[in-house]
């Protein structure tokens, strides 16, 4: 097979669907990789680095999409790429289709195989190409937290531990997955005061085994959520129901009642967002007010720290792009129930029954179409 891996175009995006030791592994079975030129540069990976693992550099993006079977991204295509969507092309990639009817709409016309990072499920739940970039979404949060809570850009100029004598901050945590944990991991480990609420108890019980006394765990619902959001001063979104738009947790009417410069980070934001007020930022131009609230809702908070992304992105991807380059979309899916259920458009169906639902759209079942 052929993979193609182009240079990302999103803003600020630096990370890279593949990197050299995943090339070599695609090599060594046989297949052939296009590498766009630069395609790794943002995550000071060069092109000298992809030719020795075996990769050809190809001049253009247009090339490597055209010449491709299969082309592996980070990023959902931009507009910019839209041209280069075409009949029979395995796209595997982040997709966070729901809230983004134009780019599926796309996909169908142009009967992409599109496989979503964000939707391969194993059975045990867990959703493992989510989980990499979600620890490192969740330990930012409360980075990027810290620092527009600082005066000078913006926010209520509280430090997050505090010092002796003057209290620390109350971060509020929506959401006790993957994102939420390691919020609270570096939240605790500053010295914040951290709540986390989260709808499913069973969750709220492992944070509670694992914190104990370190955090206040809360059911979820809009009196919690109301009490909460009072006296936080940092606030962040992490809930998801996987493949679905982001769940409302907080209305416009309740960002008037939270302290002025509380600042609200939005990670859920690339499945629509968790608070009313929130629509997506870039890196160029992360945040902005609303009633003297902050509001930072980046879509694609892990390209900031490409380097670490990166790598922690193709640990995770790698064995389901090898099923995906060695077998075929059709035999690795009749394999792999996972990755089965990463496959959100196929031969121009929306066959992910929450993306459907999510935009009014008709779904119909892989099985019936592949
Ligand atoms: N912005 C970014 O750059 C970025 C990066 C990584 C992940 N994310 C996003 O962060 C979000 C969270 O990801 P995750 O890996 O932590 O997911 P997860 O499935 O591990 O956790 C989600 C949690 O939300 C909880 N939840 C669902 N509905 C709820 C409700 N009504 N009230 C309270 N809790 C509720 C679930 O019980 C679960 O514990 C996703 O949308 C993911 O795509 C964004």
């Known amino acids: 097979m052929i993979i193609g891996v182009p240079k990302e175009v999103k803003d600020h995006e630096t990370r890279v669907g593949l990197v050299p030791a995943g090339v070599k592994a695609l090599i060594d079975a046989g297949h052939k990789v296009l590498a766009e030129t630069n395609a790794g540069l943002g995550s000071s990976l060069t092109d000298d680095e992809y030719r020795h693992a075996g990769a050809e550099i190809v001049p253009s993006a247009a090339d490597v999409w055209a ?21 029979g092309l395995t796209l595997f990639t982040y997709l966070h289709l729901a809230p983004l009817p134009e780019l599926t709409d796309r996909l169908l016309e142009a009967r992409v195989n599109a496989v979503a990072y964000e939707t391969i499920r194993e059975a045990d739940n867990t959703l493992p190409l989510l989980t990499p970039m979600s620890e490192v979404a969740g330990r930012m949060a409360v980075q990027v937290g810290a620092q527009y809570l600082e005066a ?47 709808r499913n108890l069973n969750r709220l019980r492992e944070l509670d085994d694992i914190y104990s006394s370190q955090i206040v765990t809360l059911a979820s619902n809009t009196y919690t959520i109301l009490g909460s959001l009072k006296t936080a001063d940092l606030v962040i ?25 509380a600042v609200m980070v939005d990670v859920a934001i690339d499945q629509g967002g968790c608070f009313e007020t ?8 992360p945040i ?41 979309l059709k035999a690795a899916c009749e394999a792999s129930p996972a990755l089965r259920e990463g496959v959100n458009t196929y031969n121009g169906h929306v066959v992910y029954a929450a993306v459907a639902e999510s935009q009014g759209k008709q779904w119909t079942s892989l099985s019936a179409v592949m």
């Open 288 to 328: 902005y007010f609303v009633d003297g609230v902050l509001h930072y809702c980046v879509s694609n908070m892990p390209a900031a720290v490409p380097r670490t992304s990166t790598f922690a992105l193709n640990n995770a991807t790698l064995p389901y792009l090898m099923d995906l380059a060695n077998h075929g």
């Open 278 to 285: 929130s629509h997506a930022t870039t890196h160029t131009n």
């Open 237 to 261: 979104g992490a809930v998801l129901i996987p493949g679905a738009a982001a769940p409302k947790l907080v209305r416009r009417d309740m960002i008037s009642k939270m302290k002025k410069g």
């Open 152 to 198: 000078p850009n913006g926010g209520r100029g509280v430090l997050l531990g505090g010092v002796p004598g003057v209290s620390p901050a109350n971060v509020t945590i929506l959401g006790g997955g993957v994102v939420g944990h390691n919020a609270a991991k570096m939240a605790v480990g500053l010295g914040a005061h951290v709540t986390i609420i989260d």
């Open 67 to 87: 010449k491709s079977d299969l082309v592996i991204k980070v990023k959902e295509p931009q507009p910019s790429e839209y041209a280069f969507l075409r009949p």
